[in-house]
C-alpha cells in the first residue's frame, strides 16, 4: 500500500501547480477518502483538503478555499491538488493520505501517507 505526492516544485507568487497523488496496492473507489495535507518549515501538518470516494463532497481549509480544488481519477487511481493563485504562505512540503472517515480533517484518521513534495512559492 503505497501513496506518492509529486509535482511540487518553485513557483512565482500568484502561479499555479498541479500536485498528483499516486496510489498502489489499493484502489481509491473503495472507501477511500484521500485528502492533502502539508506542513510548512517550523510548523505542524495541517489539513488542506479532502475529496470523498465518488467526489461528490470536497471540504477545504479557509485559506486555500476558491484557490484549490481537489479532484480524483479513480480508474488511473490518481488525485489531484490544483493550486491556484499561489501565495508565499503556501510554502510547506505537501502530502497525500487517505482515510476510511468521510469528511474527516483529523490526521490520526489517515492511515495511509505517502512521501510528500515540496512547493515554494517565491515572492
Known amino acids: 500500500v503505497q501513496l506518492q505526492a509529486y509535482g511540487g516544485g518553485l513557483v512565482q507568487a500568484g502561479g499555479s501547480l498541479r500536485l498528483s497523488c499516486a496510489v498502489s496496492?489499493?484502489?481509491?473507489?473503495?472507501?477511500?477518502?484521500i485528502a492533502w495535507f502539508r506542513q510548512a518549515p517550523g510548523k505542524g501538518r495541517e489539513f488542506v483538503g479532502s475529496?470523498?470516494?465518488?467526489?461528490?463532497?470536497?471540504d477545504y481549509t479557509e485559506s486555500v478555499k476558491g484557490r484549490f480544488t481537489i479532484s480524483r481519477d479513480n480508474p488511473r487511481n490518481k488525485v489531484y491538488l490544483q493550486m491556484n493563485s499561489l501565495k508565499v504562505e503556501d510554502t510547506a512540503v505537501y502530502y497525500c493520505?487517505?482515510?476510511?472517515?468521510?469528511?474527516?480533517?483529523?490526521?490520526?484518521?489517515?492511515?495511509?501517507w505517502g512521501r510528500g513534495t515540496l512547493v515554494t512559492v517565491s515572492s
Open positions: 493520505a487517505s482515510s476510511r472517515v468521510p469528511g474527516t480533517s483529523d490526521e490520526s484518521q489517515y492511515d495511509v
Open positions: 496496492g489499493f484502489k481509491i473507489s473503495e472507501h477511500y477518502v
Open positions: 475529496i470523498s470516494r465518488d467526489g461528490d463532497r470536497k
